[in-house]
């Protein structure tokens, strides 16, 4: 008959079943849940449930910083308060230290345990670093309110932690966005020398092609939309404004009044200039009657002139209504609150421009100037609708500088060429000539290399 074994050894065997056992179902709970939260949380419960823990917190390391992954409680810790806190801190103790930090400690020589002790508040608490591929991973805090955790429960934790490590590793790695994963994967390959070195020669060549492939150059700046031709109304006499029928971005018709003058003096000066030319008719016939040759001559002089102040009159009474030469809309000139008010001969009172023919100004930089001719095309976005740019040409380039908001510009006049409908002038955006072809480089640096250039000269070097 075989001999039964002797009691301590059969003590070991059933303690190290247990410690499988344990470390199994804690695998197992990991490799059932696909999520990293649920897996943490899983492992938390498990191990809660084997060592009779009131807690099990599990942390992993972003960077140089702990993130709370899953807990044992309902509740998951929040990082506000200073319960989660007082979590990571004791995980922070044991990952700074290397080694498994319990509270009360169990060695002669304990390591150093503040944060368990202020974490385990009258009980015991234990934390557990996280290693995985021989890096630091995480770490595991345990807490609990009754005895304090024996040498082998804090070695079965050990177990867990070593074989649940890796696992949390890979599923964190799956979850972590795929910036991160591309950096790791890059540190991983370059982690020799030669490697780094063979890489950065590589990079450069690649830097070195992409900087010499030609690219389309296009010179961009402010541009705005204005009338083929824009027409002022002015007052052709003195007066009173009485009346406006249109404001700005109304759409008129040629011919129609776009407001009225007062006209009242008009009516009496052509009323009264009738009067004097009957009166000199008149005279003018007694005359002829008489024979009066000389009042005659005297009569129908002053007959014409009174005649000509009548046409005047008739002239400014007419010219007393304001009327659109053509068919456009009212870009400037809003009449409507000024009734009533005096008007200046020659003032003007309205701008008009056509509605479907336009011109574009361009604002182009005094450093691009050269490199813009007419006959160029290019395109405009407008600031009211960037998603539907205009095509246009370029047709004449002002050959004065302009100073403005800091800085000098040529105005170059282009013509769109895509009919729209609902442009209006005075719209305004960003317009992209294209002038050519220059390699990647020289349209990075180009700028840069000027401005040196006159920094250079500035400085008589």
Same mark, same amino acid.
């Given at each position: 008959?075989?001999?039964?074994?002797?009691?301590?050894?059969?003590?070991?065997?059933?303690?190290?079943?247990?410690?499988?056992?344990?470390?199994? /179902?804690?695998?197992? %709970? &990991? *490799?059932?849940?696909? =999520? +990293?939260?649920? @897996?943490?949380?899983?492992? !938390?419960?498990? #191990?809660?449930?084997?060592?009779?823990?009131? /807690?099990?917190?599990? %942390? &992993? *390391?972003?960077?140089? =910083? +702990?993130?709370? @992954?899953?807990?044992?409680? !309902?509740?998951? #810790?929040?990082?506000?308060?200073?319960?989660?806190?007082?979590?990571? %801190?004791?995980?922070?103790?044991?990952?700074?230290?290397?080694?498994?930090?319990?509270?009360?400690?169990?060695?002669?020589?304990?390591?150093?345990?503040?944060?368990?002790?202020?974490?385990?508040?009258?009980?015991?608490?234990?934390?557990?670093?996280?290693?995985?591929?021989?890096?630091?991973?995480?770490?595991?805090?345990?807490?609990?309110?009754?005895?304090?955790?024996?040498?082998?429960?804090?070695?079965?934790?050990?177990?867990?932690?070593?074989?649940?490590?890796?696992?949390?590793?890979?599923?964190?790695?799956?979850?972590?966005?795929?910036?991160?994963?591309?950096?790791?994967?890059?540190?991983?390959?370059?982690?020799?020398?030669?490697?780094?070195?063979?890489?950065?020669?590589?990079?450069?060549?690649?830097?070195?092609?992409?900087?010499?492939?030609?690219?389309?150059?296009?010179?961009?700046?402010?541009?705005r939309l204005e009338g083929s031709v824009q027409r002022a109304v002015a007052a052709a006499t003195d007066g009173f404004l009485q009346q406006a029928n249109v404001r700005p971005g109304d759409l008129v018709k040629a011919g129609q009044v776009l407001a009225q003058l007062s006209s009242q003096d008009l009516e009496l000066e052509r009323k009264r200039r009738e009067s004097e030319l009957r009166q000199n008719e008149n005279a003018y016939r007694a005359a002829e009657a008489r024979s009066d040759r000389t009042q005659m001559v005297i009569n129908q002089a002053k007959a014409a002139e009174t005649q000509a102040m009548l046409s005047l009159a008739e002239t400014q009474l007419e010219r007393s209504q304001l009327v659109a030469p053509f068919d456009g809309v009212v870009i400037k000139g809003d009449l409507s609150q000024n009734l009533g008010a005096p008007v200046q001969k020659g003032e003007v009172l309205m701008v008009l421009s056509p509605s479907a023919s336009f011109r574009l100004i361009v604002e182009v930089d005094e450093a691009d100037i050269a490199a813009v001719q007419p006959g160029q095309q290019g395109q405009l976005a407008l600031a009211a609708r960037p998603e539907q740019p205009i095509r246009f040409v370029t047709r004449r380039i002002v050959p004065v500088a302009t100073a403005a908001d800091g800085r000098n510009y040529f105005e170059v006049e282009g013509t769109p060429l895509d009919a729209q409908t609902d442009l209006r002038p005075g719209l305004s955006g960003v317009a992209k000539i294209e002038v050519g072809q220059q390699s990647l480089g020289w349209l990075l640096f180009h700028r840069a290399a000027a401005w040196l250039r006159l920094a250079v000269w500035t400085v008589a070097l």
């Open positions: 008959m075989d001999k039964a074994p002797p009691p301590l050894l059969a003590a070991v065997a059933v303690a190290t079943a247990t410690a499988s056992e344990a470390v199994l /179902r804690c695998q197992a %709970a &990991l *490799l059932a849940r696909p =999520r +990293l939260a649920e @897996a943490a949380t899983a492992l !938390a419960v498990e #191990l809660a449930e084997i060592l009779k823990c009131r /807690r099990v917190s599990v %942390a &992993l *390391l972003e960077g140089e =910083r +702990l993130r709370i @992954a899953g807990s044992s409680q !309902a509740n998951a #810790l929040d990082t506000r308060h200073d319960a989660a806190a007082a979590v990571l %801190a004791a995980m922070h103790e044991a990952l700074d230290q290397g080694q498994s930090v319990p509270w009360p400690p169990l060695a002669t020589h304990p390591p150093v345990s503040l944060a368990q002790r202020e974490l385990a508040a009258g009980g015991s608490a234990c934390s557990i670093p996280l290693v995985a591929d021989r890096k630091r991973a995480g770490a595991l805090a345990l807490e609990r309110d009754g005895d304090p955790f024996t040498p082998g429960e804090l070695a079965l934790a050990e177990d867990v932690a070593s074989f649940a490590a890796p696992l949390l590793a890979l599923q964190q790695l799956a979850a972590s966005p795929w910036h991160k994963r591309s950096a790791r994967w890059l540190r991983e390959r370059l982690a020799t020398p030669s490697r780094k070195r063979s890489a950065w020669a590589a990079g450069l060549v690649a830097v070195a092609v992409l900087l010499a492939v030609p690219f389309p150059w296009r010179v961009s700046a402010p541009a």
